[in-house]
């Protein structure tokens, strides 16, 4: 992984073997980020997505193994019991530009990725809610 600093925050490139997840946080805590938004594209090798199901309180999990598209690539940089905490969901193609998509649990990159790391003062942190047994960002008032 090598990154470098822009007007918005910073620009991560993942290389082939990196994984988006480890990559994200280990980025995070060394430059000290709580609190960014994130989006990216590039392509992957290997995919386990995930999908929560609110009526059923539980994951289902799928796992890809073949080269990827990253179509599409968003979420946050947050806290969650004081720990980094990167939420990613992601569009993928393949060859047949069908697409799949959800809760990136892991990606490994392929070629590359890019990822734009929009970063915010303060922090963004994640608590219960009333409705599920997931953690929320709790917004600052």
Known sequence: MRYQTTDFGYLLVLE?????IRS??????HED?????????????RLVLGFYDLEMEDGVRAEYDK???????????SLLDGEVF??????????????????VIEAVTSLTLEISVYT??????????????????????
């Open 16 to 20: 082939r073997g990196d994984e988006l």
């Open 24 to 29: 994200l946080i280990e980025f995070a805590r």
């Open 86 to 103: 990167p939420h990613v969901h992601g569009v993928f193609s393949d060859g047949t530009f069908a697409t799949l998509g959800g809760h």
């Open 120 to 141: 915010s003062e303060g922090f963004f942190d994640r608590s219960s809610v009333d409705y599920c047994h997931l953690k929320m960002i709790a917004p600052a008032d």
């Open 33 to 45: 980020i709580t609190a960014a938004a994130l989006e990216g594209l590039g392509t992957i090798e």
């Open 67 to 77: 080269t990827l598209a990253v179509a599409s690539l968003v979420g946050t940089l």
